[in-house]
């Protein structure tokens, strides 16, 4: 039935149904990527199966997003609670439909079991001559991530603990957690251009992603401003939060952190323009490893390693 | 800890530790398999940690196998329960370490979760210009699988109710289960020299999938006999059990099922031997769709569709 609704893939693909899958091999290196879904621990409340669904291969987006490859193909491993129903299984089928226009990939294989938690594995293959790493910043580039941070930890508190927050607020912050959406495009184009001297995805929290990128790169981070939006520090203000914790140990967000060499900002930022997104500067990049220091002149403190710890 | 224990991959592919898997592409087509393990369905009693992790791999090497691919690489996402110990996990760890030596293959990538359930989705990747399909029996090919039925039945039963049996067939039956070997080497030769029409594993037993692969290629099947050793058949009936429940309808078996066309039955013969394994000529391809048939001259009945069961 799952296949009845998400449809098999392109002729030049082999059909779903034998033992393996099989794909063109396009020129350049094989790109890969598997990410887990756990229904206790990544399915907020709220969330329709049709978004889970569609969550799942988001993940693998993400990754790939922060790499600079376009997704290809995925195949899907599914764990499937033996109280979901039929309309249930089908819902699910359906966010991956939805998905596979979104990104325009191809489901081509995959399996399923029954298991007690919902579980979906997703495997993205793509193919490129070049990706950006997460080694490669020099000190003195910036650090910049490719939008706000702070949105998917005010929907979940807004989902989980029924938050009141202005509409707009509101709705942005939901729509983040529900409908994550990586910034593919501006990651390829940049990857492309070879813009980012090193970048990661930021789906762990943007505290724990400076501090793996700084680490494998050998340097560290001085940042000197948070990348958020005023309609965010004013909720954030207003219920007491703290902003610091709501920004950077906060997870689920979907943007790309990376540097780019101090020589490349222009052209960078033209293109990033151009295309119709965001780079928020946050600071720049120090030959002193193992350090991500906040200081922007009145306030100063060590960015701990501390990642996202999941809604379970 | 895991990676520590099971190693990062030769250079040519990036280190694990990034945000996606990278390999070398070879020439030809990308091949690639996901089976996930549930801990609730897929581990008997009686089998350890390393045997499990194994088992996850072995799954799909099973596939490739049929398919006459040579396993490349794989990508692993775990599911933990939460009340694994280090030791099991360092366990788990050891078991992969030694499938990458056993099977040749690197590691290149996965994830880590919680989750109620043990599961262990393995994703393999291989490369090959040529692939055995389901489809492609014609009538008058002959029907034969790459060895002997039942003993993972019979093991399972000898694991899970402690039926008593001869040593031999305890230990034959009970390593089948634990440490299933698929036919690699068989496969892949018979893929290199293009000797099966068509073929599938086995791993869901094999009734269900003769009708799998008879019905991919629009053909039915005739049995004249049934793949089992003496040993087998004397326990089982000593045991009071049905040797075709035990052949056809039993399940975990890793065996290739496969068509060969008659003119080539005597190089496939001549090559199995050299290689040093055996091939059961159990039957003919007829042109009844929809239809398997045992009919050895004295008893005659339909092999019925039905699947492997999993012990939960």
Redesign the interface.
């Known amino acids: 039935m799952m296949i009845k609704t998400f449809g098999q893939p392109k002729e030049r693909y082999?059909k779903i149904?034998?033992?393996?899958?099989?794909?063109?091999?396009?020129?350049?290196?094989?790109?890969?990527?598997?990410?887990?879904l756990?229904g206790?621990?990544?399915v907020p409340k709220g969330m329709r199966l049709w978004q889970i669904s569609r969550k799942s291969v988001v993940a693998c987006v993400s990754?790939?997003a922060?790499?600079g490859?376009k997704p290809k193909a995925v195949?899907?491993?599914?764990?499937l609670p033996s109280n979901l129903t039929l309309k249930d299984v089908h819902q699910l089928a359906l966010g991956f439909r939805r998905t596979k226009k979104e990104f325009n990939v191809e489901i081509?294989?995959?399996?399923t079991?029954?298991?007690?938690?919902l579980?979906i594995?997703c495997?993205m293959?793509g193919?490129s001559k070049k990706?950006t790493?997460?080694k490669g910043a020099k000190p003195g580039d910036r650090v910049i991530v490719t939008g706000p941070f702070g949105y998917p930890s005010m929907g979940l508190k807004i989902l989980q603990e029924d938050l009141k927050t202005d509409r707009e607020v509101r709705n942005r912050s939901v729509a983040s957690v529900l409908l994550p959406t990586p910034k593919l495009k501006l990651g390829l184009e940049m990857n492309k251009r070879n813009l980012f001297s090193s970048s990661?995805?930021s789906s762990d929290g943007l505290a724990i992603s400076l501090h793996q990128l700084s680490k494998?790169s050998g340097v560290g981070f001085e940042l000197n401003q948070l990348p958020v939006e005023d309609d965010l520090v004013k909720t954030v203000k207003s219920n007491d939060m703290s902003i610091q914790d709501i920004v950077l140990y906060g997870g689920e967000e979907y943007e790309i952190v990376a540097t780019i060499p101090e020589e490349k900002m222009k052209s960078a930022l033209r293109l990033v323009t151009a295309l119709g997104f965001k780079l928020f500067d946050i600071g720049r990049v120090t030959n002193k490893p193992d350090r991500v220091l906040f200081d922007d002149g009145s306030l100063r403190f060590n960015v701990e390693k501390k990642g996202w710890i999941?809604f379970?």
């Not at 195949?75 to 764990?79: A, V």
Request: with cysteine.
């Open positions: 082999l149904g034998d033992d393996v899958a099989r794909m063109p091999v396009w020129a350049g290196e094989l790109i890969i990527k598997m990410d887990m756990v206790k621990t990544d990754d790939f922060a790499k490859v195949l899907l491993s599914l764990g081509i294989g995959g399996d079991n029954e298991s007690d938690d579980v594995d495997c293959i193919f990706i790493e997460r990661i995805d494998a999941h379970s």
